[in-house]
């Protein structure tokens, strides 16, 4: 573990004008509006999370929300997390239209994206933009699009996939997207729940330098959605196919022949109840198909705001950019960046690639010379690529670059070790380094940056405005004054709950997933400690059976379900875990294999199953070890005691739960954490 104790070693930045920071005169307001005399960040934060009406109601006026009636009331039960209260009724809004229109003052010739590959460079103005999303729209008018249609993305991170978005959401259509370098299985697990209307899709995407066709995924994907209308194919990649045979269900579109509908006719939005819902999201548990969670248009919308405008002190025009694919809820917080006035710059290609006299060449510096090329000054990335950095020495200055427009770099999906942070400090200077926490669950923050608040080795700054955060031992004691590690919860309601869970067991799955360790809290599955002293907040992983290697959460449900498919003759059951030790860059993912009587376990079974996930789900997915194990621990139930078996192989000192009825074989994993 590491210390609690902090002295000015181990300070890293303080923002050298406060003062003039977003947040710094929304502190002032507040003293100014509510009688107050707060000069810190955590005043106005203990503040924020006492009197959650109030707080909330003045980052709604802040941080400006476009909407065509006003709300009633705030939020309906301060005190109620599930059932879900409702936030800001009686307002009527929509979500496209406030990032298509900030309230933050965008000149229509300003540029609102820059979309860059390895290979290409695009610019789109704010005129453009909207222009684009009108056409769009007009082609899902056509095909009859209804409010609370589900349109699905299997797209890269480009201007089209957003315009997609902004047009399907100015409907009231709810989106959906997952990466095009998915398995058809993962794809299926997820959009055969949701039962689209409109599939986009790239006909390729390029990689690593190579292109990669999509559509032969596509075929296969669309004969099993009998719900679709049509399918409509991005021209990504030049010269290759962008027909799809034999598609069975709906039409198949070019998507210029779907946006043809769009000579005439002005850009709609449809005015909706704040909460309606605009996005769904896929979170991976421990057992079963993988859940929907519905994210709605204002708690989306005000979360991101707030954290865009106050924790992260953007600017309209600032160049907001985060390596990500549009499955992440990262692509999401980053589109937001349109609501702030940002431009956005969305990246599509590998992290170390760089367009080079019109080429795709490998390059370790390929990031910071896009920073410098762009003018980034909002760089966020996962902790796995910035530790990849620091384990290659990688010196952007020593290179000759300048990184003048840099202000921030935002890490997330994982834990950044204490020694990434000196690194970033020492390769790219004196910029608020942002290390993040929240998920999908929220699609957003709980730990957020801060311009009003040092940063420290190993700590994420502070805990975001409105979010009452605490750490809890399995008991159920506030362990947060401590410094003792404990379960992450959230004891107070908050606008970017979830509305729902998709489906017909959604209101079931919903209360599982976050309110039955302990009842009426928020417990978000994440295993962190407080510093007493700064207030910071340490991460140390998940802890239950999610499992997020470089930062790519999904669930060992997906790993089960494929060994059974295809290995049942020799496999009796199999356990996932994720493993990060204190000591560890990342979380490995490791699968243990309870083999049948007469079977045996050897490396040719490992490879087949390695190839097997590669193929049918990701390269990401991948175990990074797999081995045989002589029992698996259950509960009562039957349900694997993942949860136990993590904090061994993590070496963390948790006390574990009494449910256990073969505990005797826990022995056995111990054993084999100190031998690994």
């Not at 909207?130 to 993305?153: I, N, Y």
């Not at 009998?226 to 998507?255: C, D, H, Q, W």
């Not at 006035?341 to 599509?348: P, Q, R």
């Amino acid at each position: 573990m590491a210390s609690t104790d902090t002295d000015s070693s181990s300070q890293l930045w303080q923002h050298p004008n406060p003062k003039d920071t977003k947040l710094y005169d929304f502190l002032q307001t507040v003293n100014r509006k509510h009688d107050k005399k707060f000069s810190t960040y955590h005043e106005l934060y203990q503040w924020s999370i006492d009197n959650v009406a109030d707080a909330w109601g003045e980052i709604w006026e802040y941080v400006g929300i476009r909407h065509s009636q006003p709300y009633k009331s705030v939020v309906t039960d301060e005190k109620t997390m599930f059932p879900r209260p409702t936030w800001f009724e009686g307002a009527k809004l929509n979500f496209a239209e406030n990032l298509l229109f900030p309230t933050q003052e965008v000149k229509q010739d300003d540029l609102a994206i820059i979309a860059a590959t390895e290979a290409t460079r695009e610019k789109v103005t704010w005129k453009e933009l909207r222009d684009r999303v009108r056409q769009c729209q007009a082609g899902m008018k056509a095909v009859g699009l209804k409010e609370g249609d589900r349109v699905a993305g299997y797209v890269a991170n480009h201007t089209n996939a957003l315009v997609a978005m902004l047009a399907a959401t100015s409907l009231g259509a709810i989106w959906t997207a997952v990466s095009p370098d998915t398995g058809v299985t993962a794809v299926l697990d997820r959009m055969v729940q949701i039962e689209p209307t409109l599939l986009f899709t790239d006909n390729a995407v390029m990689y690593n330098g190579k292109t990669h066709p999509v559509l032969p995924k596509v075929e296969e994907i669309v004969r099993e959605l009998p719900t679709l209308k049509a399918t409509v194919v991005f021209r990504t990649a030049e010269g290759m196919e962008s027909k799809i045979e034999g598609a069975s269900n709906g039409k198949v579109v070019s998507y210029d022949e779907f946006t043809s509908h769009g000579t005439g006719g002005e850009l709609e939005f449809k005015q909706l109840d704040p909460d309606h819902p605009v996005y769904i999201l896929y979170s991976s548990g421990t057992t079963g198909a993988p859940k929907c969670i519905v994210h709605g248009a204002i708690g989306t919308l005000i979360q991101h705001k707030k954290e865009h405008i106050l924790q992260s002190d953007i600017y309209p025009g600032d160049r907001l950019m985060y390596f990500t694919t549009c499955t992440w809820m990262m692509w999401h917080w980053l589109v937001s960046g349109l609501a702030s006035g940002a431009t956005l710059i969305l990246y599509d290609g590998s992290p170390f690639q760089y367009l080079s006299n019109g080429q795709s060449v490998k390059d370790q510096y390929a990031m910071p010379k896009l920073i410098d090329e762009l003018g980034i000054n909002q760089f966020g990335t996962s902790a796995k690529f910035l530790s990849v950095l620091e384990q290659n020495s990688i010196m952007p200055k020593e290179q000759g670059l300048t990184l003048k427009p840099l202000k921030a770099i935002y890490s997330t999906g994982s834990p950044l070790a204490p020694s990434t942070f000196q690194y970033v400090y020492k390769a790219f200077g004196q910029i608020n380094l942002g290390s993040i926490t929240g998920g999908t669950d929220i699609i957003s923050l709980f730990g957020a940056p801060c311009p009003l608040h040092p940063v420290y080795v190993g700590e994420i700054q502070v805990l975001g405005l409105g979010m009452a955060v605490k750490a809890w031992d399995f008991e159920g004691k506030d362990v947060s004054s401590t410094g003792e590690p404990g379960e992450l919860i959230c004891t107070k309601p908050f606008p970017c709950q979830p509305v729902m869970f998709w489906g017909k067991e959604g209101a079931k799955k919903y209360k599982s997933s976050y309110f039955e360790q302990f009842p009426g809290v928020w417990a978000h599955g994440d295993f962190v400690r407080f510093n007493p002293e700064t207030g910071g907040l340490f991460m140390l992983g998940r802890s239950d059976g999610v499992l997020k290697p470089s930062g790519v959460r999904f669930g060992s449900a997906e790993i089960y379900n494929l060994v059974l498919k295809h290995f049942p003759d020799a496999v009796e059951d199999s356990l996932c875990i994720g493993r990060r030790r204190e000591e560890d860059t990342d979380e490995t993912v490791v699968l243990f294999l309870k083999m049948k009587d007469g079977e045996k376990f050897d490396e040719k079974l490992a490879g087949d199953i390695k190839a097997v996930v590669r193929k049918e789900l990701s390269a990401r997915h991948v175990p990074g070890i797999v081995d045989e194990c002589p029992e698996i621990p259950v509960t009562s139930n039957g349900k694997k005691v993942e949860g136990a078996v993590k904090q061994i192989l993590s070496g963390t000192n948790v006390k574990t739960s009494a449910s256990v009825v073969n505990a005797g074989c826990l022995d056995w994993y111990r054993g084999w954490a100190k031998n690994h």
